[in-house]
């Protein structure tokens, strides 16, 4: 009970995140509906408007955020005041890749919260204005941590596609951010429609975001296309042109807003 009460890593958490004014933590109820490539295209739409910018990847059991920007065979540097988080296009990337390499993360319970609060206790992101949170999906014991621990200015924003499915659980990550008053900026209806010969298809179907987004106050609703070029890009391992995607050019709105707050 004790040893719980006096976690060394508690305070070494606090005093990285007095240097990182804000964090952006990027959330869904399912997996596999685009939170990688969300974060990934938001913390470079962010560095390259001269942000400091962190992408902290915190999926435990399919962290994928280093192959996006083709740094799975680098090891994070080691300095007196912790980790450096290698950087690509201006973006500090932290994952625990980095850790685990191919082999499989066995972790249950207590040992995702450990390996979380560790990899939060342990970088060094210097200054940030921006830490950009790819989460897990659902509401399990890894959000609950990194929502307990990410405790700086912090906003959320929460991904679906447009399947009933995934709709019916964002509601469950939707009320957890209300419980934990972290004010949700935007919903993100991902591959939502394909655009072909200048029509917008919507391949799934249409769901009503806007309704969940009034019943929870969320002011900003973005739609964004299936774009077949992403996995181009991810394929020849260059993140930097997911920059010119429709995808980025879309989530622009949401740079703004968190320019203005
Ligand atoms: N708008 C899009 N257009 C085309 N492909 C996309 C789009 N968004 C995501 N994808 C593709 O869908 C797959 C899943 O995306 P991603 O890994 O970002 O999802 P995730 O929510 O992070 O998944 P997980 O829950 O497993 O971490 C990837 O192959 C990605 O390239
Ligand atoms: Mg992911």
Same mark, same amino acid.
């Given at each position: 009970?004790?040893?719980?009460?006096i976690? $060394?890593?508690? =305070?070494?958490?606090?005093? +990285?995140?007095?240097? @990182? %004014?804000?964090? /952006?933590?990027?959330?869904?109820?399912?997996?596999?509906?685009?939170?990688?490539?969300?974060?990934?295209?938001i913390?470079?739409l962010?560095?390259?408007?001269?942000?400091?910018?962190?992408l902290?990847?915190l999926?435990?059991?399919?962290?994928?955020?280093?192959?996006?920007?083709?740094?799975?065979?680098?090891?994070p540097?080691?300095s007196?005041?912790?980790?450096i988080?290698?950087?690509?296009?201006?973006?500090?990337?932290?994952?625990?890749a980095?850790?685990a390499?191919?082999? $499989?993360?066995? =972790?249950?319970?207590?040992? +995702?919260?450990?390996? @979380? %609060?560790?990899? /939060?206790a342990i970088?060094?992101?210097?200054?940030?204005?921006f830490?950009?949170?790819d989460?897990?999906?659902?509401?399990?014991?890894e959000v609950?941590?990194?929502?307990?621990?990410?405790?700086?200015?912090?906003?959320?924003?929460?991904?679906?596609?447009?399947?009933?499915?995934?709709?019916?659980?964002?509601?469950r990550?939707?009320?957890?951010?209300?419980?934990?008053?972290?004010?949700?900026?935007?919903?993100?209806?991902?591959?939502a429609?394909?655009?072909?010969?200048?029509?917008?298809?919507?391949?799934?179907g249409?769901?009503?975001?806007?309704?969940?987004?009034?019943?929870?106050?969320?002011?900003?609703?973005?739609?964004?296309?299936?774009e077949?070029?992403?996995?181009?890009?991810?394929?020849?391992g260059?993140?930097?042109?997911?920059?010119?995607?429709?995808?980025?050019?879309?989530?622009k709105?949401?740079?703004?807003?968190?320019?203005?707050?």
């Open positions: 009970m004790l040893s719980e009460k976690d $060394p890593r508690d =305070l070494a958490i606090e005093k +990285k995140f007095r240097n @990182i %004014k804000r964090s /952006l933590l990027v959330l869904s109820g399912k997996g596999g509906v685009g939170k990688s490539i969300i974060s990934t295209t913390s470079l962010l560095a390259n408007k001269g942000y400091k910018t962190g902290l990847d999926d435990l059991h399919g962290p994928v955020i280093p192959t996006i920007f083709s740094l799975e065979h680098v090891e540097e080691e007196k005041h912790g980790l988080p290698p950087q690509a296009y201006g973006v500090k990337v932290m994952s625990l980095f850790f390499r191919d082999e $499989p993360l066995p =972790l249950r319970g207590k040992s +995702k919260v450990d390996a @979380i %609060k560790e990899v /939060l970088t060094n992101w210097g200054n940030l204005d830490l950009v949170v989460m897990p999906p659902g509401t399990g014991d609950l941590t990194a929502a307990r621990y990410v405790r700086n200015e912090r906003t959320a924003v929460v991904v679906t596609t447009p399947s009933k499915l995934s709709v019916s659980v964002i509601l990550t939707m009320n957890l951010l209300k419980d934990l008053k972290i004010p949700i900026i935007a919903l993100i209806n991902n591959m429609y394909l655009n072909i010969n200048e029509k917008m298809i919507r391949i799934f249409k769901i009503d975001l806007e309704n969940l987004a009034n019943k929870f106050n969320v002011r900003t609703c973005i739609e964004l296309p299936i077949p070029q992403i996995n181009e890009i991810l394929e020849i260059d993140a930097k042109k997911l920059l010119d995607t429709i995808v980025a050019s879309k989530l709105e949401l740079i703004e807003i968190l320019e203005v707050k």
